[in-house]
């Protein structure tokens, strides 16, 4: 078993994936119901884009981390909500790139910052973080803005036969495998493993650690989206509250924090753990005040079992 899970650094988060389910299921039997799916995918999909969201930035290394995702999200929510609607600019071809080009610009500063002006990645992405919350705040005003659109409600439910959550997710992995297809892919992986030894073989660190967080902020555009499209509402108080899951999904997926190892699928097992454990706290009526503990502990029980997969592989290999 350990062999497996060492070679599969994704296999953790898929049983525990498969016994949450179950444990789901016995305790709310119409979870599994299919007039249930689009709902369900529906709020599971900005669980989901923020830790995919968040993946970029970790594997490039060099103690990359991104810990503005959330508030981003929330900002770009809070755009659409309190800017675009309002003013009647609710067309997909509107909201859609605006929301992409806030994202990237976002993603590409935190990756400025992080490379070009060498700051720590999480003091940059902190910094990202209070000014997203406070923008966020000012976006929101003194009243909760609200809105919709009918594609945007179609997202939270689904598009003909197909739940739109799972629309959302798909589109952040189609983009992901396309990368795949490129030599991006290998220089991440490559400069994430050793950045000196990528250096030394031609590869750009600095533009490939700068593609990973802008990468990052696009894909929060599309969680941005589809956060919008659960919410209906601008809520800045939500700012903060997928930081924590995000990473804690992104370690239980089996990507090390130290760049060397990861993925997206292992990701999103990851996220959709943190979802059904969401789900099964609300489902025992555990009081909201223990949930954020209970995330904690599962984030450093998730970031302990990955090093030490890790440190298994490394002196396995050596």
Known sequence: ?????????????????????????????????????????????????????????IMSGGGGIDISIGPLMTVINMVIVANLLPHGLGSPWVVVPACLAIGAAVGAVNGTLVTVLRFQPVVATLCMNFILTGLATQLQGSTTPQGSTWWTNDLSSSFGHIPGGLISIAV????????????????????????????????????????????GGLFAGVGGLALMAVLKEGEAGNATMYTLVALAAVALGGTTFTGKRGSLVGTLCGAACMYLITNLLGAANVPDT??????????????????????????RTS
């Not at 990368?179 to 600095?206: E, I, Q």
């Not at 995330?295 to 298994?312: F, K, P, Q, R």
């Open 1 to 57: 078993m350990s062999r497996f899970l060492r070679s599969r650094p994704y296999a953790f988060a898929l049983v525990l994936f498969a016994v949450l389910l179950i444990a789901n299921i016995a305790a709310q039997p119409s979870f599994a119901s299919p007039s249930n799916w689009a709902e369900t995918l529906a709020i599971f999909a900005p669980f989901a884009i923020a830790a995919l969201a968040s993946t970029p930035a």
């Open 172 to 215: 952040v992995l189609a983009a992901w495998y396309a990368l795949s297809r490129t030599a991006y892919t290998r220089n991440l992986y490559a400069t994430g493993g050793d950045d000196a030894t990528a250096f030394s073989a031609g590869v750009d660190v600095t533009r490939v650690r700068i593609l990973a967080y802008t990468i």
């Open 290 to 315: 223990w949930t954020d503990a209970i995330y904690g502990c599962l984030l450093l029980g998730a970031v302990i079992i990955s090093a030490g997969l890790a440190s298994a592989t490394a002196v």
